[in-house]
């Protein structure tokens, strides 16, 4: 099942070149997950913990829906000092 990437937030305050990383960034996570096995427990924990994705800084909170072939970025925080 290929999965989509969807924002919550159009985060206008991440650098394009940010945005395009990680959107790169998830799509190979979701062609790796579209290979996993439905029986697998790796899809457990994927429901009840929400994963951490950081590029150049940024970090981006990010959960996945497999019966909707979603990963939703929920969050991001900008480099900090």
């Known amino acids: ?6 924002f919550s937030d ?3 305050d991440v650098p394009e070149h940010v945005r395009e990383r990680l959107l790169s960034s998830l799509e190979e996570v979701g062609a790796t997950l ?14 009840t913990a929400p994963m951490l ?15 909707r072939g979603r990963i ?3 969050e991001f925080r900008a480099p900090g000092p």
């Not at 099942?1 to 969807?6: A, C, I, Q």
């Not at 579209?34 to 429901?47: F, T």
């Not at 994705?53 to 019966?67: N, S």
Request: aromatic share 12%; glycine share 2%.
């Open 1 to 6: 099942m290929p999965f989509v990437v969807v």
């Open 10 to 12: 159009p985060m206008p």
């Open 34 to 47: 579209s290979s996993i096995p439905a029986e697998n427990l790796v899809w457990e924990s994927l429901k």
């Open 53 to 67: 994705l950081t590029v150049e800084g940024w970090r981006f909170v990010y959960a996945v829906d497999r019966q």
């Open 72 to 74: 939703t970025v929920k």
